[in-house]
């Protein structure tokens, strides 16, 4: 896979020496049990996959990029580079300034952008109507484009399956950058609905089969339906994409969910059910289904709580946080600094959208064992200084600079 040159300051000389080993014991990436490592009486159990991924990195470089490129003119992006706050708050301190919020609020008027500005699109891409904007603006905004080949896989196969006639149906949040993105490029080429989770593709079932009143549609689904929607005909021929960083069991089972659904409206066999439901499985994304999948894995030992790392509006990372809930008390935290001492945590409540402090979430006991992984657009960096942080509250400070000195020094090995 190709190497990016991202800064020096997010790479992490424990986390990229763990993953050189295991990428090297495990070339064909079939193996998902975490990597153990013991740090005194501190034992952290590391997810087999994690952090920076290609569409990431490959933006933070071209972002970069952008700066160094161009002295003297004034820098934009239309929203955030990804959803973490040091990137972002790099990326500012070097000048670039951001257009609209996460949620598409504008921040900058367009009449301020003029051809002379540089403008950088997002991972996340953008909409049909900015990128029209932009270039009737003399912005060639594919020059410092730095969208997710794995959306731009989604936009491509929703064009496809669009162009045979199927309806689109975006499992995704209505107001996340990447789902407003696909939204805009799916609906070009046909009729298109989002859908946030199985409870709303369930009543969009009922419109599928008929049971509910086509009227309704239209306020259950306001805003998140393409122009001229047709409920009555636009759901007799669907298929179903995905935002890239949602559960990829979720999407899978929206999809399976709707599918039966098609199968028993139109009494179909399995051959005469793609005529009416498209297979779209490729559209899923392989960092978010390995980062997944390696926390299942992971969840198969036993810990005293997990520590996930990432920026609080980060979807993949809410996932990782969501799958973590379901076996042992789980802190989702974006800084080293979350772990405030020996008894009080500062972590996010990603349900009801509120940072909360914690006393007593390190046990008085020890041996201690705790699981760690981070997020898509979480710099290793960040992961190492979490681990640290974690040996020093658990009085295992010494025990990790000698782990650092082995890795330096290169007889750092891997059980």
């Not at 301020?112 to 900015?130: L, N, Q, R, W």
């Not at 914690?358 to 979480?378: D, H, I, K, Q, Y």
Request: with cysteine; glycine share 6%; aromatic share 8%.
């Amino acid at each position: 896979m190709k190497s990016f040159d991202v800064p020096v300051h997010y790479r992490s000389p424990l986390i990229s020496s763990i993953k050189q080993q295991r990428k090297a014991q495990d070339k064909l990436k079939k193996d998902f049990t975490p990597t153990r490592i013991r740090i005194g009486t501190l034992e952290v159990v590391i997810a087999r996959h994690f952090g920076f991924c290609y569409g990431v990195e490959n933006a933070i470089e071209i972002a970069f990029r952008a700066v160094h490129e161009n002295p003297g003119r004034r820098i934009y992006l239309l929203s955030e580079m990804i959803h973490n706050p040091q990137v972002n708050a790099d990326l500012q301190a070097e000048g670039v300034t951001f257009i609209m919020d996460t949620y598409g609020n504008q921040l900058i008027p367009w009449e301020a952008i003029s051809s002379e500005d540089v403008v950088i699109v997002p991972a996340f891409g953008t909409t049909i109507e900015i990128e029209t904007l932009l270039q009737s603006k003399g912005i060639r905004i594919e020059t410092y484009n730095t969208t997710c080949p794995f959306v731009e896989k989604v936009w491509n196969r929703s064009e496809k399956i669009g162009n045979d006639g199927y309806t689109i149906v975006v499992h995704g949040k209505p107001r996340h950058e990447e789902t407003r993105a696909t939204f805009s490029h799916s609906k070009q080429n046909a009729p298109t609905v989002v859908v946030n989770d199985m409870k709303e593709a369930v009543e969009l079932a009922g419109y599928i089969t008929g049971e509910k009143p086509a009227a309704r549609f239209y306020e259950e689904f306001k805003g998140q339906y393409s122009r001229d929607f047709d409920v009555e005909k636009d759901l007799q021929k669907i298929g179903v994409v995905n935002q890239t960083t949602m559960l990829a069991s979720d999407t899978q089972g929206i999809a399976d969910f709707l599918k039966n659904v098609v199968r028993t409206r139109y009494n179909l066999d399995d051959e005469h059910l793609k005529a009416r439901f498209a297979d779209t499985r490729d559209t899923l994304c392989y960092a978010t289904n390995d980062n997944q999948t390696a926390v299942t894995g992971m969840l198969e030992e036993t810990a005293d709580f997990a520590l996930v790392i990432g920026g609080y509006n980060s979807s993949n990372t809410s996932h990782l946080v969501e799958l973590c809930e379901e076996k042992l008390p789980t802190y989702f935290i974006n800084h080293e600094r979350c772990l405030v001492d020996a008894d009080r945590v500062q972590h996010f409540n990603f349900h009801d959208k509120q940072e909360i402090l914690t006393a007593g979430f390190l046990p008085e006991r020890l041996p201690l064992t705790v699981m760690v992984t981070s997020g898509a657009s979480c710099p290793d960096a960040l992961v190492e200084r979490v681990i640290e942080r974690l040996a020093l509250l658990t009085g295992n400070h010494a025990a990790m600079e000698q782990l650092q000195e082995q890795v330096a020094d290169g007889t750092f090995l891997l059980n």
